[in-house]
Nanobody
């Protein structure tokens, strides 16, 4: 399994970015996918999730209405559109896949992409 994020950048408050995560090594269309983020000195936190078909999404309350998760199964790619960015959104953003075998869940992570929101 390999997950490679890109798209992070330095942006001013109110700006927008689109993050991408290219997946390989597994059948992407069969798995729900997630975005997490981690700011310095804090725990990694859930941002958004999407079902395998893209039919259902879920968001953390802190980003609902500003961020949009989507996927292109033909391109094995997960996206996160970030709008109206605020300094509190500054973090490393990670793509995540959870592989469940029986009662055990294994997490796969990308290397992360840095989003910095500052004027």
């Amino acid at each position: 399994v390999e997950l490679v994020e890109s798209g992070g950048d330095l942006v001013q408050p109110g700006g927008s970015l689109r993050l991408s995560c290219v997946a390989s090594g597994f059948t992407f269309s069969e798995y729900g996918m997630n975005w997490y983020r981690q700011a310095p000195g804090t725990e990694r936190e859930f941002v958004a999730s999407i079902r395998s078909t893209g039919a259902r999404t879920n968001y953390a309350s802190s980003v609902k209405g500003r961020f949009t998760i989507s996927r292109d199964n033909a391109k094995n790619t997960l996206y996160l559109q970030l709008n109206d960015l605020q300094p509190t959104d500054t973090a490393v953003y990670y793509c995540n896949m959870k592989h469940q075998i029986g009662e055990t869940t294994r997490d796969y992570w990308g290397q992360g992409t840095q989003v910095t929101v500052s004027s």
